[in-house]
Each structure stands twice: as C-alpha cells, then as structure tokens.
C-alpha cells in the first residue's frame, strides 16, 4: 500500500504568499520618503526615522495580538482587521504635515503590517503544510515577502518622479485593501497537534515557554535580525545617496539603468529583497534536513562578516551591490528557521501567537535600529556607531543560538 504525499503548492500558501507580498512590498518602501518628507517640512533626518522606528515597535506589538486573535476567532477576520488598519493608517499618514502627527499614525500602520504578516500567515501556512513540507512552504511564504521588498521600493522611487509621496500613500492604501480578494482560499485548517497539545490552554502554552530557557534564547537571538533589518531598510537608500554622492556610477550600474545615488539606493534595497528570495528558499529547505539553531548562528555569523567587511573597505556602487547581494541572501533566511523552531518545539496549536511574541523582539531591535540610526546621524552625521552596534549583535545572536535544544519540549520536559 502507498501513501499519496501532501502537496507543497496549496491555496493556503498561494494566497498566503501574494498576502506577504503586497504588505511587505509597502513596508519596505518607506526609507524611500525620507528625503522627500523631510525636505518638504524642514525636518531633521530624525523625525521621519522616529515615525518609522515607531512603526516597527507597533509591528512587533501588534503580532502577538493579532496571532492571538487569529487563533481564537479565526484567520480570515484577523487579516481583514489588519489590512483596513494598514490603509487606514497611510490614508491619515498622507494628509499628516507635523512629526507627532506621522510618529502616532505609524502605530496604525504598524498593527496594519502585523495582521497581514509574518505572525498570522506564517501560522497559517505552517498548520495547512505537511511535516516533511512545512519547513519549505514557510520559506516560500518568507521568499514572498522578498518579493514584495523588490516590487515596492522601485515602485515608490518611480511614483515620486510623477506625484508627490502623499498621493503614493494613497495608492499604497488601495493596494493593501485589494489583498483582501484572496481570503477565500486562506481556509481556515486544523491545528497539527496531538491529543495533550489540543486541551492545553494558551495560558498554559505561553508559561510553559516563558520558563523555558531556550524560548528566552531565541527571544533573544531574533532581537539583532530586527536591528539590522530595520536600519537598513530606513536608512541605507539615505546612507548610499549621501555616502556615494562624490562617486560616478560605474558602467556596471549604468547598464542596469542606474545614473543617480537615489536610484542606487533604490537598486541596493530592490537587490536585498531578490536574493532574499533565494535565501528564504534556501533555508526553508536546508531547515527540513539540518539543525535550524546551527544554520541560524550561521547566518548570523555571516551577516555580521558581511557588515564588517562593508563598512571597512573603501565604499563604491560595486561594493554597495555586492553588499546587498549578500546581505540580501542572509536577510529573512533567519525566519524559516525561526518559526520552524517554535513550531517544532512547543507544538502548532498555538505557534502564531508564541512566533509573535519572539517576533516582538525582532522588531524591538528594528524600532531601535531606525531610531538610533536617525538620532546619532543628526549628531554626528554619519552612520558608523549604528553599523558597529549591529555588528556587535549580530555577534551576540550568532552565539545565544548554540545552547538552544530543538527536541519538542513535551519530550525534554514529559508531563
């Protein structure tokens, strides 16, 4: 007798992935209006950089909540709460023309991005997949998010040269409301859990985690991912048009239709996001057959020899391009992992909301990522401290990953 194996490509991750795409596509355009709205105002770089720091603290406050509701009332019901946040959160950010005004309604934005992201959808597709595919399918749902950081920030630089960047707020709105069209394949699907795992209670789960020291580790270890994601993602297009101002693209960069530092920096952060694609998959697949605690401090130890070897070396657009190629492949390749370990650990009842609390670390690092990057550029005018301390932990996140133990927890700790 065989057994039929479990597709990979369901409805549930298609829909999941184009969900993911259109958020994030969004998401990561927003270091693209820092020129323009602090030009348009007169603010320091800092002002807008707080806005965006405040949007990520609000992701990362938002996911848990969202994960939550999710799994009590159901998937569908949170992603419509979320996509209605997120465009009603740049509708108002659009007509907003003070920094308090900005830095409060991305907590909009924020809890917008939270329920059309990572903690609700990666759940989702993570319950629908089989064992042997899960690992994969959450690489392909991250490898979608990349997708949409190669559509957005290109989209964005492009809309500017024809409207001013209230208008393409707007438009992003209607593209957040249109994910809307694809829920009826998000089907709603058991939990994958065993008998003990169904009559937990989330109360239960959450401080049975709590009281875990490798759930604290990983807490910990995704706070420097977050960190150099979100000051990259505020801040390099800023740092690249200023920092390679005095340098003529090359011929390189000119046949890939680059002649400005704005639009290099438009390219570094379109390239990250295309070969995150690769590196989504990528660890999504060496997931399934190696140790996820391994390759995570692998790629931390790679991001931060990236980092080092970037900011020591003499910058020109190559090396800004290979910069982002690499960095690009090592980005969200730590999320596959990430959310694999909680699943496989402490079981897929309740997965959403405990990957959301570890994501609640992540974007701690990134609110402070954007902050400090935009407060001590306005001090020193220059970015170097902000690049140092993401190195350093990144560093740190490379080495709490050791001491994890990926057996489920049930199995370590027995009733």
Not at 103 to 108: D, K, P, V
Not at 119 to 126: K, N, R, S, T
Not at 291 to 300: P, R, T
Not at 358 to 363: N, R
Request: proline share 5%; hydrophobic share 55%.
């Amino acid at each position: 007798m065989t057994t039929e194996k479990s597709p990979l490509i369901t409805p549930v991750l298609i829909a999941g992935c184009l969900i993911l795409m259109t958020g994030f596509a969004v998401r990561a355009s927003f270091g693209i209006f820092q020129i323009p709205i602090a030009e348009e105002f007169g603010w320091l770089r800092a002002e807008f950089s707080l806005a965006i720091a405040i949007q990520n603290l609000a992701w990362g406050v938002g996911q848990p909540i969202f994960a939550a509701i999710a799994e009590k009332v159901g998937e569908r019901k949170a992603i419509i709460l979320g996509a209605v946040t997120y465009a009603l959160g740049l509708v108002l950010s659009a007509y907003a023309v003070t920094p308090i005004e900005h830095q409060l309604l991305e907590i909009l934005v924020g809890f917008g991005v939270a329920g059309t992201g990572f903690g609700v959808i990666l759940a989702v597709v993570g319950r629908a997949a089989s064992d042997e595919n899960r690992s994969l399918a959450l690489g392909i749902a991250t490898a979608a998010g990349s997708a949409g950081q190669v559509i957005g920030p290109p989209t964005a630089d492009y809309l500017l040269q024809y409207m001013n960047w209230s208008s393409v707020f707007l438009i992003f709105a209607v593209a957040i409301m249109a994910v809307l069209v694809f829920l009826p394949m998000m089907k709603t699907t058991a939990p994958v859990a065993s008998k003990a795992e169904l009559e937990e209670t989330m109360g239960q789960v959450l401080m049975r985690a709590f009281y875990d020291p490798t759930y604290v580790m990983i807490f910990l270890g995704f706070f420097s991912c977050g960190f150099q994601l979100g000051f990259v993602t505020a801040h390099f297009p800023a740092f690249i048009a200023e920092a390679c101002a005095a340098i003529a693209p090359n011929s390189v960069l000119r046949s890939m239709g680059v002649s400005t530092t704005t639009a290099l920096g438009a390219l570094s952060i379109a390239l990250i996001g295309v070969t995150n694609i690769v590196g989504s998959l990528t660890s999504g697949a060496l997931g399934a057959k190696f140790s996820k605690k391994y390759l995570l401090a692998l790629i931390y130890t790679g991001r931060t020899i990236a980092c080092v070897l970037f900011i020591t070396y003499p910058m020109t657009p190559t090396s800004v391009v290979l910069f982002s190629l690499v960095m690009g492949s090592l980005w969200l390749a730590t999320v596959p992992p990430t959310a694999g370990l909680v699943g496989q650990i402490y079981g897929m009842k309740y997965m959403g909301t405990l990957y959301g609390i570890v994501f609640f670390s992540h974007q701690l690092g990134s609110f402070l990522g954007v902050w400090l990057g935009g407060t001590l550029y306005d001090q020193f005018g220059t970015y170097d401290i902000v690049w140092w301390v993401g190195i350093g932990v990144g560093a740190f996140s490379a080495i709490v990953h050791l001491p994890v133990k990926e057996m489920p927890y049930a199995q370590r700790v027995p009733a």
